[in-house]
């Protein structure tokens, strides 16, 4: 999930595992079959904003769908990971908590964004909420 605020900044999180800035987000539960929903869950949980809800502009569709590959890692094989990027808003941005899969939470402006070190599927996605929500 990308989170915006009301000045149009988005929330990052220091993944404590991959040790780079990410979007909020995790894996669907079993009982899960809606990845909007999954996201807003996710996006809850590791923020600890209980306001959030899908953006305005992009209701509940994907901004951005992307197709990785995860390396293997210790006792996990290489596998696929299939994101679905939704954008969710708070109206409450100080009342951000991290959670045990963070280092950090911080708030980022979007024209400050190439400060940050994020792979190339969240640059594009991060590239197509800014022109949307510029362009408004």
Known sequence: ALVVDPGGRVLLTFHAK???WLQLGGHSLP???NPGQTALREAREES???DLVFHPAFGDRPLDIDLHTIPARRDEPA?????FRYV?????????VCSDES???QWARLDALDEYDYDPALRRALGKLRQVLDSR
């Open 18 to 20: 991959l040790q780079r």
């Open 31 to 33: 009982d899960e079959y």
């Open 48 to 50: 600890g904003l209980d």
């Open 79 to 83: 596998h696929d990971h299939l994101d």
């Open 88 to 96: 969710l808003e708070t109206q409450s941005p100080s009342a951000i």
């Open 103 to 105: 280092s950090a939470l």
